[in-house]
């Protein structure tokens, strides 16, 4: 038998993503997110409107959407509770710190991109230089629409030349503040308490 409720947040399960975006000086932000979904060439991502990566995309309009698999998600959790922000907005000083160099936090590695200013992450098995296209705003949050200009992949993940073989691809994925890699759950957010 199903019963009604109504969660807080109605949040299913998504793959990990990792954006990396640029400020006005050009110093490469990395944000983790997991509300995103891709058609073609065609990216949607959700952003609160408070922080850092939504502030950057609205100075650099690209991207780079830095796909991890389920080794990384530790490295993830490294920068998890970190805000480039400064001052840290009032609704993050309880439970963010702030960090202008989360590559160095995480324990990753940047790279030059070829079709955007932000570096992407050397150590993530995909990436996707993107192009912002339209940004709707909500309540608090808004919907970016992108365009992928160029993805780089890990050798051992390409068959056919231009294709991710999807027998060898295991996305982390974020479910309900856990992180999960295929059948298995790997840890908890550190926010996952709530």
């Not at 006005?24 to 983790?32: C, K, L, R, V, Y």
């Not at 691809?169 to 295929?182: E, K, T």
Request: hydrophobic share 35%; aromatic share 10%.
């Amino acid at each position: 038998m199903h019963q009604p409720i109504l969660p807080k947040m109605f949040y299913y399960g998504f793959p990990v993503v990792l954006l990396t975006t640029c400020d006005e000086h050009g110093a490469s932000n990395i944000t983790p997110i997991s509300s995103s979904w891709c058609l073609g060439d065609n990216v949607v991502i959700g952003l609160g409107t408070q922080g850092k990566a939504f502030e950057n995309l609205s100075v650099c309009a690209e991207v780079v959407l830095n796909l991890p698999d389920e080794t990384l998600w530790q490295k993830i959790e490294n920068i998890a509770p970190t805000t480039a922000k400064n001052p840290i907005p009032d609704f993050q000083k309880s439970e963010y710190q702030f960090c202008d160099d989360k590559f160095k936090k995480g324990g990753f590695t940047a790279e030059n991109s070829i079709k955007v200013k932000p570096s992407h992450i050397k150590e993530y098995p995909l990436q996707a230089e993107s192009k912002v296209i339209h940004i709707s705003k909500r309540d608090g949050y808004a919907i970016i629409e992108l365009k992928i200009l160029q993805v780089h992949a890990c050798e051992k993940l390409i068959m056919d030349d231009h294709k991710i073989d999807p027998a060898k691809w295991q996305p982390l994925i974020y479910n309900f503040r856990h992180y999960q890699g295929v059948g298995k759950t790997l840890g908890k957010n550190f926010r996952a308490e709530e």
